[in-house]
């Protein structure tokens, strides 16, 4: 089959865009690219081809509209893109034979499951133990830390550092002592029998000896009314990729930790003016975070609404979010009092003027794919890992399956834990590797010696 014409707009320091990037350049597809970044014509444009669409990236395969990363990640997951790209009939036949186990299943020593900062990490001390390791990067390649414009808690940074070039230079580095990237979504774990069989929404299938997960987490959702039409026309999960589109506007921002700190603080470049919700009083982002965030409320940049919760968002696909309506309460949680008798007309209920809203409300562990593994979680997906103060700290309650990262630390949720719990699990998985080997020569001796007798 030829390959289409195919078009992306970005623009600068977007990471959705380079994950897009990187997806179309593993499978071989040359495309033209528009950066919109600085020029009104081409954004205009780009945003008249995609129904009003104001995010980007934005992509088009001849000249039909594909939307966004997670489209085309979508496409990916559902193993039809090769098809729409023209590199197979269909989605499904490209991966038959790997699903049935035939020949192509490749056996790897160590599959990791995310390319986050735990992940990657855990590549590189895998890589130089001669493990041998293949990263899956997952629906957000990269992880969180790509959606991050200043890295400045990170050590050894003193002028601090983007997001998305400390991971390219950890995984530079990973590559350099052997580990193997392929952009993929692991699908199911099947730990019934060993070697671990690991397949991907693609279709494609390995077997492993080991698998660390180190899958991460993605950003939670409200499940308000207008939230699903609104997703990516003035809604967004990530200030970084989108707030440069609302220049101007008055924006708000919904969270109270360290994550909406940052991105009301990152808006205010944007904004006319930055509305922080948090449906308490008292935030739980880190000091340094309030101090910057209070500065800001003295220059007039950002108004903090507290103990308010967002209760619907309004607009159109065409003219994106037009307002929003608020509930507030002084004791806080007025979503909960709003349907409790007890605080009947206590509630006050007002609409908002903004232009774009912003969610920054916490994440959600990525860990469907070991449902079945017998793998202990808790009730929110985190991975319940041994702990401790010796080795095997990050194994999990299956032998030969390590957790690393936010897929365990619900509580830190740091660059430099994440990274630190991925050197464990990579320390871990090996010493287990070896004594795996050990046991599997031992067993193989006594075998041998066994038939000699006989």
């Given at each position: 089959?030829?390959?289409?014409?195919?078009?992306?707009?970005?623009?600068?320091?977007?990471?959705?865009?380079?994950?897009?990037?990187?997806?179309?350049?593993?499978?071989?597809?040359?495309?033209?690219?528009?950066?919109?970044?600085g020029?009104?014509?081409?954004?205009?444009?780009?945003?008249?081809?995609?129904?009003?669409?104001?995010?980007?990236?934005e992509?088009?395969?001849d000249?039909?509209?594909?939307?966004?990363?997670?489209?085309?990640?979508?496409l990916?997951?559902?193993?039809?893109?090769?098809?729409?790209?023209?590199?197979?009939?269909?989605?499904?036949a490209?991966?038959?034979?790997?699903?049935?186990?035939?020949?192509?299943?490749?056996?790897?020593?160590?599959?990791?499951?995310?390319?986050?900062?735990?992940?990657?990490?855990?590549?590189?001390?895998?890589?130089?133990?001669?493990?041998?390791?293949?990263?899956?990067?997952?629906?957000?390649?990269?992880?969180?830390?790509?959606?991050?414009?200043?890295?400045?808690?990170?050590?050894?940074?003193?002028?601090?550092?983007?997001?998305?070039?400390?991971?390219?230079?950890?995984?530079?580095?990973?590559?350099k002592?052997?580990?193997?990237?392929?952009?993929?979504?692991?699908?199911?774990?099947?730990?019934d029998?060993?070697?671990?069989?690991?397949?991907?929404?693609?279709?494609?299938?390995?077997t492993?000896?080991?698998?660390?997960?180190?899958?991460?987490?993605s950003?939670?959702?409200?499940?308000?009314?207008?939230?699903?039409?609104?997703?990516?026309?003035?809604?967004?999960?990530?200030?970084?990729c989108?707030?440069?589109?609302?220049?101007?506007?008055?924006m708000?921002?919904?969270?109270?930790?360290?994550?909406?700190?940052?991105?009301?603080?990152?808006?205010?470049?944007?904004?006319?003016?930055?509305?922080?919700?948090?449906?308490?009083?008292?935030?739980?982002?880190?000091?340094?975070?309030?101090?910057?965030?209070?500065?800001?409320?003295?220059?007039?940049?950002?108004?903090?609404?507290?103990?308010?919760?967002?209760?619907?968002?309004?607009?159109?696909?065409?003219?994106?979010?037009?307002?929003?309506?608020?509930?507030?309460?002084p004791?806080?949680?007025?979503?909960?009092?709003?349907?409790?008798?007890?605080?009947?007309?206590?509630?006050?209920v007002?609409?908002?003027?903004?232009?774009?809203?912003?969610?920054?409300?916490?994440?959600?562990?990525?860990?469907?794919?070991?449902?079945?593994?017998?793998?202990?979680?808790?009730?929110?997906?985190?991975?319940?890992?041994?702990?401790?103060?010796?080795?095997?700290?990050?194994?999990?309650?299956?032998?030969?399956?390590?957790?690393?990262g936010?897929?365990?630390?619900?509580?830190?949720?740091?660059?430099?834990?994440?990274?630190?719990?991925?050197?464990?699990?990579?320390?871990?998985?090996?010493?287990?590797?070896?004594?795996?080997?050990?046991?599997?020569?031992?067993?193989?001796?006594?075998?041998?010696?066994?038939?000699?007798?006989?």
């Amino acid at each position: 089959m030829s390959q289409p014409h195919v078009e992306v707009y970005t623009k600068e320091n977007c990471s959705y865009c380079e994950k897009a990037k990187d997806l179309l350049d593993s499978k071989g597809i040359e495309y033209e690219e528009y950066i919109v970044t600085g020029d009104e014509a081409l954004f205009e444009e780009m945003v008249e081809r995609a129904k009003g669409r104001k995010t980007a990236p934005e992509i088009f395969v001849d000249d039909e509209l594909i939307g966004g990363y997670d489209d085309l990640s979508a496409l990916e997951e559902a193993g039809e893109l090769d098809a729409k790209l023209g590199l197979a009939e269909t989605g499904d036949a490209a991966g038959a034979v790997a699903a049935d186990g035939g020949d192509d299943v490749e056996h790897r020593r160590l599959v990791i499951a995310g390319s986050g900062i735990a992940g990657m990490t855990a590549a590189i001390y895998a890589g130089r133990a001669n493990n041998d390791p293949l990263v899956i990067e997952g629906d957000e390649p990269g992880g969180q830390l790509t959606l991050t414009t200043d890295v400045e808690n990170y050590p050894g940074f003193p002028e601090g550092i983007s997001g998305p070039e400390l991971i390219n230079e950890m995984r530079a580095q990973a590559e350099k002592f052997g580990a193997e990237f392929e952009n993929g979504i692991i699908e199911t774990v099947d730990a019934d029998d060993r070697p671990f069989r690991v397949e991907l929404t693609n279709g494609d299938v390995y077997t492993a000896d080991a698998i660390i997960a180190a899958s991460g987490a993605s950003a939670r959702t409200l499940g308000v009314p207008g939230e699903d039409d609104l997703m990516g026309y003035g809604l967004s999960t990530c200030a970084t990729c989108d707030g440069a589109f609302f220049r101007d506007e008055d924006m708000l921002v919904v969270g109270g930790g360290d994550a909406a700190m940052e991105e009301a603080h990152f808006l205010t470049k944007f904004a006319d003016t930055v509305y922080l919700a948090h449906r308490r009083e008292e935030f739980r982002a880190e000091d340094y975070w309030i101090d910057r965030i209070e500065k800001k409320v003295e220059d007039g940049d950002v108004e903090i609404m507290r103990n308010t919760e967002l209760a619907e968002i309004h607009g159109s696909q065409a003219d994106g979010v037009d307002h929003v309506t608020l509930l507030r309460h002084p004791d806080g949680h007025p979503k909960d009092k709003f349907d409790d008798p007890e605080f009947d007309g206590e509630v006050e209920v007002f609409d908002h003027d903004v232009g774009a809203v912003f969610y920054a409300i916490g994440h959600t562990p990525n860990t469907d794919y070991l449902e079945g593994t017998g793998v202990e979680m808790d009730d929110a997906g985190y991975l319940g890992v041994a702990g401790g103060f010796e080795g095997g700290q990050t194994a999990t309650d299956v032998e030969g399956i390590f957790g690393a990262g936010d897929v365990v630390d619900f509580h830190y949720q740091q660059a430099i834990t994440a990274g630190g719990m991925g050197s464990k699990a990579a320390m871990d998985a090996d010493e287990w590797l070896e004594n795996e080997a050990d046991l599997t020569a031992t067993g193989e001796a006594e075998t041998a010696a066994g038939q000699a007798d006989d």
